[in-house]
T-cell receptor, first 112, second 116 residues
Framework: KQEVTQIPAALSVPEGENLVLNCSFTDSAIYNLQWFRQDPGKGLTSLLLIQSSQREQTSGRLNASLDKSSGRSTLYIAASQPGDSATYLC???????????FGTGTSLTVIP | DGGITQSPKYLFRKEGQNVTLSCEQN?????MYWYRQDPGQGLRLIYY???????QKGDIAEGYSVSREKKESFPLTVTSAQKNPTAFYLCASSPIDRGRNLDTQYFGPGTRLTVL
């Protein structure tokens, strides 16, 4: 069964700092990987989707990379802002079956 | 507005009672999902459905039931058989492309269920 891990579980940074969030998965046979943002008590909002054939995706200050062979993905946030404070989750979908497997998330706090 | 709605936002239940959580989407998505989220844990899949009148169990289906009578609706019933139902419940939907593969998921705002 696919296992998805996110390290660190929590992270605090001063405003303006660049940061990297990590996601690792045990089975490299994935169809795609997705990064989500979750605000307290709310649903998930999709940030970036990387297909298995892609190496990275960018949206504004966010850049997600995928190294399928090593089972890793990173989410890079440039010039962090207090509004970026949230929990960030990654999820992978396997090549077979129709389930998405989620990590436990990284809780990010950007200090003004 | 297109999107996914869940109701109610907060729900309280007495032990031994069944309760039904609503999920509706107007995105014309074929696939719908129910997840449970507990503090410090990732989302765990309860049930999912790819087509009307068909659904599959996820990793933690025991104590839950679903129906998919309409494409837009995927209600979840938490039965009295669920031993620890207090949690945050999230519904999601996803399109299915021509290759019958699933793409990104779109989530509702969630329902927080508390058993008293």
């Amino acid at each position: 069964k696919q296992e998805v891990t996110q390290i660190p579980a929590a992270l605090s940074v001063p405003e303006g700092e660049n940061l990297v969030l990590n996601c690792s998965f045990t089975d490299s046979a994935i169809y795609n990987l997705q990064w989500f943002r979750q605000d307290p008590g709310k649903g998930l909002t999709s940030l970036l989707l990387i297909q298995s054939s892609q190496r990275e995706q960018t949206s504004g200050r966010l850049n997600a990379s995928l190294d399928k062979s090593s089972g890793r993905s990173t989410l890079y946030i440039a010039a962090s802002q207090p509004g970026d404070s949230a929990t960030y989750l990654c999820a992978v979908r396997a090549n077979t079956g129709n389930q998405f497997y989620f990590g436990t998330g990284t809780s990010l706090t950007v200090i003004p | 507005d297109g999107g996914i709605t869940q109701s109610p936002k907060y729900l309280f239940r007495k032990e031994g009672q069944n309760v039904t959580l609503s999920c509706e989407q107007n995105l014309n998505h074929d696939a719908m999902y129910w997840y449970r989220q507990d503090p410090g844990q990732g989302l765990r899949l309860i049930y999912y459905s790819q087509i009307v009148n068909d659904f599959q169990k996820g990793d933690i289906a025991e104590g839950y039931s679903v129906s998919r009578e309409k494409k837009e609706s995927f209600p979840l019933t938490v039965t009295s058989a669920q031993k620890n139902p207090t949690a945050f419940y999230l519904c999601a939907s996803s399109p299915i492309d021509r290759g019958r593969n699933l793409d990104t998921q779109y989530f509702g705002p969630g329902t927080r269920l508390t058993v008293l």
